[in-house]
């Protein structure tokens, strides 16, 4: 199995790759924005990015099922392997012509995610990771930071307000209150930014699957954790927490008190 790790990580990465220059065609020029049935943004560029990763993809895994933000589910739903695609996750920075917006494939295999690719492509980031072969940033091996307290530490979120909407307006200000630093460096970018090292939090009140499959893998072959909320390790818990391990305790805790 871990062969078919391997190979399946280096196929999430080639087309992670050639996605990217998809969504560089349209980044900053006068793109059209759509509203979709839950008033989300979506362009061109993430409708072409994910046929073009569909068509990809079921050309060289016919039998494999498929999930994608634009698109929703195909392929053999009962095949063990599924790939999880977010083609612009940050499509309102990509709107504003801002960098931090990515390409996010995951795959799952019998209900688990073990393979997780997000490339940056205004960035010229990518960070990879399957399954017991670690977490790899541009093609270097890749860990979380040392910082053990959460008030030495940097959080990063994709907003500062709105959760409220969501009850958790409490729990997400002590949370900035006991952190060394915030700031709202936000949607996939935030996850990088913990599985590189570069910060010790990143934090979502509210998240989709597609938003979430690729970020599991990279965070614990990193060496660090992504959970929800309550600190289980899953993609399905509808919000997200990615840390750097040492102080998800501390901040579990924070988001738990009443």
Not at 13 to 22: R, V
Not at 253 to 258: D, F, H, I, M, T
Request: net charge negative; aromatic share 8%; proline share 4%.
């Amino acid at each position: 199995m871990k062969t078919d790790y391997q190979e399946l990580l280096n196929v999430a990465h080639e087309l992670a790759w050639q996605a990217g220059k998809i969504t560089l065609r349209y980044f900053q020029t006068d793109i059209t924005t759509d509203r979709k049935a839950d008033a989300s943004p979506v362009t061109i560029a993430d409708r072409e990015t994910e046929s073009y990763l569909r068509a990809a993809i079921t050309a060289r895994y016919p039998d494999h099922a498929l999930l994608g933000e634009e698109e929703g589910a195909s392929g053999n739903s009962g095949a063990p392997w599924r790939w999880i695609l977010d083609p612009i996750d940050g499509t309102k920075a990509f709107i504003h012509g801002m960098p931090i917006y990515g390409v996010m494939i995951g795959v799952e295999y019998e209900g688990e995610p073990v393979v997780g690719v997000v490339h940056m492509p205004a960035l010229g980031e990518m960070v990879a990771a399957a399954r017991e072969q670690g977490c790899w940033w541009n093609g270097r091996r890749c860990r979380v930071s040392q910082v053990a307290s959460l008030d030495q530490g940097l959080l990063v979120a994709t907003s500062a307000t709105r959760y409220g909407a969501y009850g958790k307006q409490a729990a997400f200000e002590r949370l900035v209150n006991a952190a060394g630093m915030f700031r709202t460096w936000g949607d996939c970018y935030g996850y990088l930014l913990v599985a590189t090292g570069r910060a010790e939090v990143m934090i979502d009140p509210v998240m989709k699957i597609w938003d979430a499959a690729a970020l599991l893998p990279i965070l614990q072959e990193a060496g660090g954790t992504f959970t929800d909320w309550k600190g289980t390790p899953t993609i399905s818990g509808g919000e997200g927490l990615g840390t750097n391990g040492l102080v998800a305790d501390e901040v579990l805790s924070l988001l738990a008190r009443k």
